[in-house]
């Protein structure tokens, strides 16, 4: 705001933002802490917790040498990181004659894509359970990667599509004008402009598919479940597990959470479909 | 700069996209309409009678079918009340001039990353256990009973999870909505002695109609098929305390093994999210200029 704030209301809008900011952070800050502790001080009270001078990374350790913690962490990448390159390589070429070479039928074809997006999960969970057992795909990453790639699909052209459009044409043109080849013009004048939004797209799809826990759990047993599926297994009723679920968890989310920060502007743009931007 | 040349290129590089997509939606979606009218159980190799409207029947009539739409409403009718209105009062907070701007809304932010089971089992068991959760020892610090949060008050509780992980969501794009309003239009409201109730009545609210239908339309899309929360919580219960329709058709065709069953309450759960898709679908399309 251009008005001038005095510093007196700047300090009381920090101290309720922030009291506000740090409520809704603390379970997150919580179990990096009890990820430090040994699990018989994770269970005390919570200032006993905090003050206990026990602090150890014995968890992260225990967490792998038990339950081959990183097998699921590769799965987690290679099934995020494989559905969103195969969603990008299937979605370029839509997004880019749809934002360039559009026609009467682009409109409704972006509508439908979007539809497909509203299909519940459940809806399809029978039949798709179904084909995968047929063609032996429960329980294998490749399976995870194709359904993934799938679902986050109409998200992935949508948010290019909007990048595109940005783009202005002229540039295009003028570019072919002085004679450029199409490879030429979309090696050295397209993809330099296309950067930024592709870099976004990619980065919001690593994280929904990091963060997918409807068909990671359904179609995934002991090999290809990646985190949100394996970390289930950290759900016994009692006993002394706070710090190695903790240490599990604060691992799990760590890369997302960096990630989702440097993403939260175009995570509106993909998330409404460029209706709120 | 469209010559013939390059419309039919534009088609051959679309064609992959619409063709995935419509192999993903369409075949999975005739199946499930095809197996909802057969006797289809895995457990009973050689069953696959026409059944007609029976499993509709049946799945409808079912006691737990009435339970599972009730609390369906119930966590997405709640959810939506707390995150729309928590949303936008932090979305207000947070547009507001004040230090450390970046760390804050960091924080208020964080909650939307965090993977769904990681958020239910963290605030089951740290923070929910009746004896050693930070509210259960609140609680009994207080001298109260112990709570057994997800046995007295399961669907409050699994509510509470869900509204933590969407109150970001809300207020995020609440925010960025607020953030493109017209400051002058502000400032000269205020220059005419309108004060703060009149200017949130008469042009922010207006001005944020819009974004406060997509945050509403975006969540119930995602609300209805909520599910990794209860499984690692609750597993549906007590009962059917938590079971929500979703849950209720994963128990029936993968736990129970009844295709038919699962696929009937799958077109009913299709029909359900269409409802709530065909008015999302109509704003997002206004707002697109193809």
Redesign the interface.
Not at chain 1, 113 to 116: A, E, G, N, P, V
Not at chain 1, 118 to 131: D, E, R, S, T
């Given at each position: 705001?251009?008005?001038a704030?005095s510093n007196k209301?700047?300090?009381i809008?920090?101290a309720?933002?922030?009291t506000?900011?740090?409520l809704?952070?603390f379970?997150?800050l919580?179990?990096v802490v009890?990820s430090l502790k040994t699990e018989e001080n994770a269970?005390r009270?919570?200032l006993e917790v905090l003050f206990s001078s026990d602090w150890t990374m014995e968890s992260f350790s225990t967490v792998q040498a038990r339950s081959d913690y990183f097998k699921h962490f590769s799965n987690s990448v290679i099934i995020s990181l494989g559905s969103t390159f195969l969603g990008l390589l299937?979605?370029i070429?839509?997004a880019?004659?749809?934002a360039?070479?559009?026609?009467k039928h682009?409109?409704n074809?972006?509508?439908w894509?979007?539809?497909?997006k509203?299909?519940?999960?459940?809806?399809?969970?029978?039949?798709?359970?179904?084909?995968f057992r047929d063609f032996n795909l429960l329980d294998t990453r490749v399976g995870l990667t194709i359904v993934l790639m799938?679902i986050n699909?109409?998200i992935i052209?949508w948010m290019l599509y909007t990048y595109f459009k940005e783009i202005p044409?002229e540039i295009l043109?003028a570019a072919r004008m002085d004679g450029a080849t199409l490879r030429e013009e979309v090696l050295y004048v397209l993809t330099p402009m296309a950067i930024p939004g592709m870099a976004s797209t990619i980065l919001l799809n690593i994280?929904l598919a990091?963060?997918e826990?409807?068909w990671t759990?359904?179609l995934t047993a002991a090999k290809a479940a990646p985190?949100?599926?394996f970390?289930?297994s950290?759900?016994s009723p009692e006993g002394l597990f706070?710090a190695k679920?903790?240490a599990a968890?604060v691992m799990?989310?760590a890369p997302?959470?960096i990630?989702?920060?440097f993403s939260?502007?175009q995570?509106?743009r993909g998330?409404?479909?460029?209706?709120?931007? | 700069m469209a010559t013939k040349a390059s419309r039919s290129a534009a088609r051959l590089m679309i064609s992959p996209a619409v063709l995935l997509l419509l192999g993903w939606m369409l075949v999975p979606l005739c199946m499930t309409i095809y197996f909802s009218f057969l006797y289809y159980n895995l457990l009973q190799p050689g069953s696959g009678a026409w059944a007609g409207w029976d499993n509709y029947y049946w799945f409808i009539t079912d006691p737990s079918f009435t339970d599972a739409i009730k609390n369906t409403l119930v966590l997405v009718s709640g959810v939506l009340l707390i995150t729309t209105i928590g949303g936008l009062c932090a979305a207000l907070l947070l547009d507001r001039p004040m230090f450390g701007t970046g760390l804050i809304r960091i924080m208020v932010i964080a909650p939307f990353f965090v993977m769904p089971t990681v958020s239910a089992l963290v605030w089951k068991n740290m923070f929910m256990n009746p004896v050693n959760g930070i509210f259960g020892r609140i609680v009994t610090g207080l001298g109260f009973p112990p709570i057994d949060f997800f046995g007295q008050y399961p669907l409050a509780s699994i509510t509470f999870i869900v509204s933590w992980m969407w109150l970001p969501f809300a207020t995020l794009i609440l925010l960025t909505a607020l953030q493109s309003l017209d400051q002058e239009q502000l400032e000269a409201s205020e220059m005419d002695g309108a004060n703060w109730w009149n200017r949130f009545f008469f042009i922010m609210l207006p001005h944020l109609a819009r974004a406060i239908t997509v945050v509403i339309l975006i969540q119930t899309i995602f609300l209805l098929s909520i599910f990794a929360e209860i499984l690692v919580t609750t597993n549906g219960g007590p009962g059917t305390a938590t079971t929500n329709l979703t849950y209720l058709i994963y128990v029936s065709s993968l736990l129970q093994f009844d295709v038919g069953m699962g696929s009937a309450g799958g077109v009913i759960a299709i029909i359900l999210a269409n409802v709530v898709a065909i008015f999302l679908m109509r704003m997002i399309g206004k707002n697109l200029d193809a």
């Open positions: 705001m251009a008005r704030v209301t700047k300090t809008n920090t309720i933002a922030g506000i900011g740090f809704m952070f379970p997150i919580w179990i009890l269970i009270a919570p299937i979605a070429p839509a880019w004659s749809m360039f070479v559009p026609s682009t409109k074809v972006l509508m894509m979007l539809s497909t509203m299909l519940p999960p459940v809806g399809v969970l029978v039949p798709i359970y179904l084909l799938l699909l109409p052209i044409g043109e994280i990091w963060n826990a409807f759990l359904n985190l949100t599926a970390i289930t950290y759900s706070y679920l903790s968890s799990a989310i997302i959470l990630m989702g920060w939260q502007k995570l509106v998330l409404t479909f460029g209706a709120v931007k | -």
